[in-house]
């Protein structure tokens, strides 16, 4: 087994009840590898944004108000102008105003990040997350 390092880790009591609570309902057995896996998860969330030339894949999920002016050609136009590295748009309607879309993407990690950045500027967009797979 690979060595390990302990480290001391403070929380506020609200953040921490929470945290127990939720790797409760999970079937977590420690607090330990809980932290590990969120850590994980963290790292490798944020890990291709250093790697700017090498080729990546994930999705970026967005959600926008169809009804702001002139959104929706913008929105298309930048996913046109990044065709070489988008594989597949699914787009569901999640309100009258609200639509999600789930734009997979394969490509050099800079390039993914242009796309992401373009996007995520846009006026009407909500909310934006990148979410690329590093195995």
């Not at 929470?18 to 999970?26: A, L, R, T």
């Not at 420690?30 to 790292?43: E, G, P, T, W």
Request: one cysteine or more; a negative charge.
């Amino acid at each position: 087994m690979p060595k390990v390092t302990r480290i001391g880790v403070t929380f506020p009591p609200e953040l921490l009840k929470d945290f127990d609570e939720i790797i409760g309902k999970m079937g977590y057995e420690s607090r330990s590898k809980a932290i590990q896996d969120a850590v994980r998860l963290y790292v490798s969330d944020r890990k291709w944004l250093k790697e700017t030339d090498t080729i990546q894949t994930g999705v970026i999920l967005m959600v926008y108000d169809h009804d702001a002016k002139n959104l929706e050609s913008e929105l298309t136009e930048t996913q046109h102008e990044h065709s070489k590295i988008i594989t597949s748009t699914l787009h569901i309607h999640v309100s009258e105003r609200d639509c999600l879309e789930a734009i997979a993407v394969k490509g050099k990690a800079s390039e993914i990040h242009h796309l992401s950045d373009e996007l995520t500027t846009r006026r009407g967009v909500k909310i934006l997350k990148t979410t690329i797979v590093t195995v």
